[in-house]
Structure formats: C-alpha cells, structure tokens
C-alpha cells in the first residue's frame, strides 16, 4: 500500500510534543508512517536506528546527502541516525516540508546539541 507523504506528515505536525520528546522518536515516526497509510510488522523497531530496513520495505530509497546542513529536503524525508556516544538508540525523524520532527520539532537535521557536536552517521529516505 502506497504511503501518503502529506498524511504523514500531518500526523507529525499535529502530534509533536513541546520542548524535546522523551525518546518515542521511533514511536512517533511509526505512527506518522501508518497514518499515511503503510503497513508496518511487528514488533516494531525498538530504537530509532533501526528504522533503515523498515522504511526500504515500504518502498523508500536511500539518497545521498553529503551535508545536510546544505540540503534541500523534501516532504515525507525521512533521516536515520545511528547511535553515539551519549545515545544509544540512535534517531528517526520526518520531514514535513519545513522541519525535522520525530516526537519534537528539531532546530535543524541534528536532533539536538549533543547529536550537532557528536554528527554520527546517518541515512536520509526518499519516497
């Protein structure tokens, strides 16, 4: 079933929490997924890194952004971000065509000071 990016990225805007989330990033980008409509198994991911083979299945791609301080997202991106030193579930957020939100609206790609200094490794999915 196909996945509809302004539905999900509804359900992202209109679920957010204030301020920063309380780790549910994955939590809040799965349900942001099956509101635009995409069939996800159980059980889920249970950090935010593991969201990679999920979001292939459902038929996103991986893109190549060499610095994502630069790039030009689109609606229904999607960024992994694997673990760090201060973090070990890692991140996953969507974008809804103007900011990066997971269960918070990130200031930018980063989800945080802590992610902007350590800059891990990441993925970016494209629908």
């Known amino acids: 079933m196909p996945v509809d990016l302004e539905k999900f990225a509804k359900h992202l805007r209109a679920n957010v929490r204030p301020n920063f989330g309380n780790g549910k990033c994955g939590e809040f ?16 991911p249970a950090t935010g890194k593991e969201y990679g083979p999920i979001l292939l299945m459902l038929g996103f791609h991986k893109i190549t952004v060499d ?3 630069k790039f030009s997202f689109i609606r229904g991106d999607v960024m992994v971000m694997e673990s760090y030193k201060l973090n070990g579930a890692g991140h996953v957020a969507g974008y809804d065509g103007q900011k990066w939100i997971s269960d918070f609206i990130q200031r930018d790609f980063w989800a945080g000071k802590d992610y902007r200094n350590a800059r891990p490794q990441y993925a970016v999915y494209r629908y």
């Open 29 to 44: 980008v799965r349900k942001a997924l099956q509101a635009g409509g995409a069939k996800i198994p159980q059980p889920y």
């Open 67 to 69: 610095d994502p301080d």
